[in-house]
């Protein structure tokens, strides 16, 4: 089983990232995927949420609005769009991948710095 993030980077304020979450070894059109991050110091945040049929999402209030969670069971890949980024947003995003009963898997985190 593998999550690999990808799409981090420095950012100026204002600006925009995407972030890819790329599966395999599982079958990811079973599984709900959300995006979490963490910063030094303190618990990781679940920031969103889609459900493995892609109808359903949900966010965090700090990135509702701003970021938009997707995803491609063809090609067995999350998204995470975030715009009008700010620099509390600075964080090791993670992908995680989950479902019942107890299944859950996560991604080696990218790095996202948003700062002048």
């Known amino acids: 089983v593998q999550l690999v993030e990808s799409g981090g980077g420095l950012v100026q304020p204002g600006g925009s990232l995407r972030l890819s979450c790329a599966a395999s070894?599982?079958?990811?059109?079973?599984?709900?995927m959300s995006w979490y991050r963490q910063t030094p110091g303190k618990e990781r945040e679940l920031a969103a949420t889609i459900f493995s049929s892609g109808g359903y999402t949900d966010y965090a209030d700090s990135v509702r609005g701003r970021f938009t969670i997707s995803r491609d069971n063809a090609r067995n890949t999350v998204y995470l769009q975030m715009n009008s980024l700010k620099p509390e947003d600075t964080a090791v995003y993670y992908c995680r991948a989950f479902r019942a009963p107890s299944y859950t898997y996560w991604g080696q985190g990218t790095q996202v710095t948003v700062s002048p």
């Open positions: 070894g599982f079958t990811f059109s079973s599984y709900h």
